[in-house]
Nanobody
């Protein structure tokens, strides 16, 4: 059974940095695509960043490009989201997600992901 457990959320001042972690278990994820999504208060869940577990290019939403970086430590079976230059509008619950699809373009729609973590709250204060 796939389990994704996020951690690392918290309260941070605008301009600061935070690193989220997603511990993955229950499968061999080599052929999976891993992603981060977020849901801000009163808004739909939106794509943040993704990459193949096997490596290669990453893909980020325009709103976080140049500020957020997704990475995977295969030895620790952990997906990271390094966030810097945080803004108030980055305040949201951040979710880790896994897709069994490993071919074609990187998926950015939440319906295209098969497994989800419980989320971790990130709050950016001014």
């Amino acid at each position: 059974q796939v389990q994704l457990v996020e951690s690392g959320g918290g309260l941070v001042q605008a301009g600061g940095s935070l690193r989220l972690s997603c511990a993955a278990s229950g499968r061999t994820f080599w052929r999976y695509t891993m992603a981060w999504f977020r849901r801000a208060p009163g808004k739909e869940r939106e794509f943040v960043a993704a990459m193949r577990w096997s490596g290669g290019s990453t893909y980020s939403a325009d709103s976080v490009k140049g500020r957020f970086t997704i990475s995977i430590d295969n030895a620790k079976y952990t997906v990271y989201l390094q966030m810097s230059s945080l803004k108030r509008e980055d305040t949201a619950v951040y979710y880790c997600a896994a897709s069994e699809a490993s071919l074609g373009p990187i998926r950015v729609g939440e319906r295209q992901y098969d497994y989800w973590g419980q989320g971790t709250q990130v709050t950016v204060s001014s």
